[in-house]
């Protein structure tokens, strides 16, 4: 992969995470319960996944027109790294330093809202207790839960990557 490619993956990786860290720092000073909002993980989903789209493609445009798949995702994958550190460093930041009281607010909420879910499922009271006790002892916020989470985004958006990456790549025909 050129340099140029890089280096454009990696502001495309910046903007994204400036972008997903805005959005993080808005939701925490406007309502912190839209953290656990199903819609606002699917937004930021979109918008991560476009990112790297649009990284590909600006790649594909760099490099002529033509690119490789490797060429394709790695320059999905670069954006998404980038940018998924970027902003899994500010809710670090925010949830571990700034407002630890925050963090222990949603680990309850989020207990709350598996426990609703699982009681409109019909899983049996006894284990809704048992998996509610076992959450419990789990704090969502902590460093090592937060890098843990950033490694499960990455894997989960290379997967997604690579179906980006087989739809932007564009080799010459062999007829050409």
């Not at 656990?36 to 590909?56: D, Q």
């Not at 980038?82 to 680990?107: C, K, M, Q």
């Not at 998996?131 to 997967?159: C, H, M, P, W």
Request: hydrophobic residues 50%.
């Amino acid at each position: 992969m050129e340099q140029t490619t890089k280096s454009a993956a990696i502001n495309y990786g910046v903007y994204l995470g400036a972008f997903t860290s805005l959005i993080t720092i808005v939701v925490y000073g406007i309502n912190i319960d839209l953290f656990i909002s199903v819609w606002l993980g699917i937004l930021v989903f979109i918008i991560v996944v476009a990112f790297g789209a649009v990284s590909a493609l600006n790649s594909r445009k760099l490099l002529g027109g033509l690119i490789s798949f490797k060429q394709s995702f790695s320059s999905y994958f670069i954006t998404i790294t980038v940018g998924t550190l970027i902003s899994s460093v500010v809710g670090v930041i925010i949830f571990t330093y700034i407002d630890p009281e925050a963090a222990a607010y949603l680990n309850e909420q989020v207990l709350i809202l598996t426990k609703k879910t699982m009681e409109r499922m019909g899983v049996p009271q006894e284990t809704i207790i048992a998996a509610i006790e076992e959450a419990s002892k789990k704090d969502n916020f902590t460093l090592g839960a937060q890098t843990q989470a950033f490694v499960f985004r990455l894997v989960f958006y290379a997967v997604i990557g690579l179906i980006v990456g087989l739809i932007v790549k564009k080799t010459e025909s062999k007829d050409a």
